[in-house]
């Protein structure tokens, strides 16, 4: 069936250094992986998305890389700031007429000072 | 605030009763989603709406959850004898347009079945 997953459950950095956050995907099919970034007591922000035919995308401090051979997908944080920290979830769109997403488990970033 | 509004943001009721959480989406947003997270877990799907027709439903959504967008603006979520499993944070989300992916989500609100 299809799913979303990540490899590590927390990350920690050190402010100023870049964050690779790293997640695993099985469902061929999807149109767009996405990255959401979620704080405590509140709901999932937009980061940023890639379309299934690209492999690279960039964004104010942040990198998605999609490898489909692997079936692997990245979020690259550039200096990283305490304002990072949150859980950072992957998730996969396929436009069935509705963009349903489907949400992986997520990884907590911690960024220490 | 034109963003995403849920209310009540935390609800605690008893095993058995019903329960009903409105979401108000951007307004210009035609698409409408529901999600149910718990704890350590990503957001998982349970409904999705286009201006008032509910287009999908998970299997998550058993009989007693129902769904509407009566104007294809607000949406209701009831949920209907509530068991203590139903304990979650339900999280709405709005979207615009074709082939967007940026869903837009709310505060969510927090059930809580004792």
């Known amino acids: 069936g299809e799913s979303v997953g990540l490899h590590l459950p927390t990350l920690s950095v050190q402010e100023g250094d870049n964050s690779i956050i790293n997640c695993a995907y099985s469902?061929?099919?999807?149109?767009?992986f996405i990255w959401y970034k979620q704080e405590s007591g509140k709901g999932p922000q937009f980061i940023i998305d890639i379309r299934s035919n690209m492999d690279k995308r960039q964004g104010q401090r942040v990198t998605v890389l999609l490898n489909k051979t692997v079936k692997h997908l990245s979020l690259q944080i550039a200096a990283t700031q305490p304002g990072d920290s949150a859980v950072y979830f992957c998730?996969?769109?396929?436009?069935?007429?509705?963009?349903?997403?489907?949400f992986g488990a997520g990884t907590r970033l911690f960024v220490k000072a | 605030d034109t963003g995403v509004s849920q209310d009540p943001r935390h609800k605690i009721t008893k095993r058995g009763q019903n329960v009903t959480f409105r979401c108000d989406p951007i307004?210009?947003?035609?698409?409408l989603y529901w999600y149910r997270q718990t704890l350590g877990q990503g957001p998982e799907f349970l409904t999705y709406?286009?201006?008032?027709?509910?287009?999908?439903k998970s299997r998550l959504l058993s009989d007693r959850f129902s769904a509407e967008r009566p104007k294809g603006s607000f949406s209701t979520l009831e949920i209907q004898r509530t068991e203590q499993g139903d304990s979650a944070m339900y999280l709405c989300a709005s979207s615009v347009g074709q082939g967007n992916t940026e869903a837009f989500f709310g505060q969510g609100t927090r059930l809580t079945v004792v």
């Open positions: 307004s210009e947003h035609n698409r």
């Open positions: 469902n061929s099919a999807s149109d767009y």
């Open positions: 709406f286009q201006n008032e027709a509910q287009l999908e």
């Open positions: 998730a996969e769109n396929k436009n069935t007429g509705g963009f349903k997403t489907i």
